[in-house]
């Protein structure tokens, strides 16, 4: 196999040179850099990624603890996390928490045994345990999706990435206000999540704007899977004053809310209008099509690593928080007329505008 010596000597530089190149550990003129990739290529050189960590400290590797398998929305998060991992020449290992505490535990220090450089976690509904080994390890970590409330222990310590998720559910409560519906029930996640306390907020801000009392009966934990929707959805509509329109805290709540209301013989938007945080891609082909708020999930992830790779770059400075702001998707499964685009027979479907409410 050929060696670092046989780059060097075919591009006409010394060793040193093209360690500073695959390492990153010194600039090199253009010229010079590029001399050293076409060497390489030519040759076939592959480094020793074992000996470059033992010189560097680096495994240049990153540890995603996420429920990619259980929660769809997670699947276009690592999707963005790999992306930006290999785009910065980073492998990544996955492990799935199963939002499971003690789980979520474990596979943390499994990535760390890994050696990995950093880890990107989206933390379960009880991260104590998680959050006690991070510091306790100093192991540099992003914090990704759901966050860890300012007064927690260890808030101030980690960097986090996460979507807005108060003013967008607020602004799908106001619109199904302005529809004219005066009992909206609103199916929330797992309790303990960020985001299920935040889009909870954004419920009752909506129902306050619209000057609509909060009324408890309405609002139903779904535990963000779809038997929980499912489960949730059935007891909205069992009350003897059920709601008129109904709020999914996420993509899977969403389908098993649609599968209860099928189940009671309910259309939608004709017996009760929906809408749900979370767009996915189905979304739009749904009969009728489903009026979703639309996290940019593929960014977070790439977010969360560039977050990851200045913290590695930059251990001593202070943790901050980036919030990335969501799109409303209007379609029709909120009872609005259908004002897509109609496409021709020989076109195929097309994206309806995201824009204002009507």
Not at 89 to 96: P, S, W
Not at 154 to 164: I, N, P, S, T, Y
Not at 210 to 224: C, I, Q, Y
Request: some cysteine; aromatic content about 4%; overall charge neutral.
């Amino acid at each position: 196999m050929p060696t670092m010596a046989d780059v060097a000597r075919s591009a006409g530089v010394s060793v040193a040179t093209v360690s500073h190149v695959l390492n990153g550990t010194r600039p090199v003129l253009p010229h010079t850099r590029q001399a050293v990739l076409d060497a390489i290529d030519e040759l076939g050189y592959t480094p020793n990624t074992l000996a470059r960590s033992l010189v560097t400290s680096r495994t240049r590797s990153i540890g995603l603890a996420v429920s990619a398998i259980s929660n769809p929305y997670f699947t276009e998060i690592l999707q963005g996390v790999e992306a930006a991992a290999l785009e910065h020449g980073y492998g990544l290992l996955i492990a799935d928490p199963h939002d499971d505490p003690g789980h979520e535990r474990k596979v943390v220090q499994l990535l760390h045994e890994r050696r990995v450089d950093g880890m990107i976690v989206a933390p379960s509904a009880d991260p104590g345990a998680l959050v006690a080994y991070l510091r306790r390890h100093d192991v540099p970590a992003v914090l990704l999706d759901r966050v860890l409330d300012d007064r927690a222990e260890g808030a101030q310590r980690f960097d986090q990435v996460c979507a807005e998720g108060t003013e967008p559910m607020t602004r799908l409560v106001t619109h199904l206000a302005g529809r004219g519906h005066r009992r909206i029930g609103l199916v929330a996640g797992r309790p303990g999540l960020s985001t299920t306390g935040e889009r909870i907020t954004g419920y009752r801000h909506g129902l306050a704007a619209a000057g609509l009392p909060f009324e408890e009966r309405l609002l139903v934990h779904g535990d963000s899977e779809s038997a929980g929707g499912e489960r949730a959805t059935a007891a909205l509509m069992s009350l003897a004053a059920p709601p008129t329109a109904l709020v999914t805290g996420n993509n899977a709540m969403t389908i098993g809310a649609l599968r209860a209301l099928r189940e009671r013989g309910l259309t939608v938007p004709g017996d009760i209008a929906l809408a749900c945080f979370d767009d996915f891609a189905w979304a739009d082909l749904f009969s009728p099509r489903l009026t979703a708020i639309a996290q940019p999930s593929k960014e977070l992830g790439a977010t969360a690593v560039r977050v990851l790779l200045e913290r590695l770059d930059a251990p001593d400075r202070p943790a901050r928080t980036v919030r990335l702001p969501c799109t409303f998707v209007h379609r029709t499964s909120c009872g609005c007329p259908d004002r897509s685009p109609r496409p021709d027979a020989s076109e195929g479907p097309q994206r309806p505008e995201r824009g204002a409410d009507s």
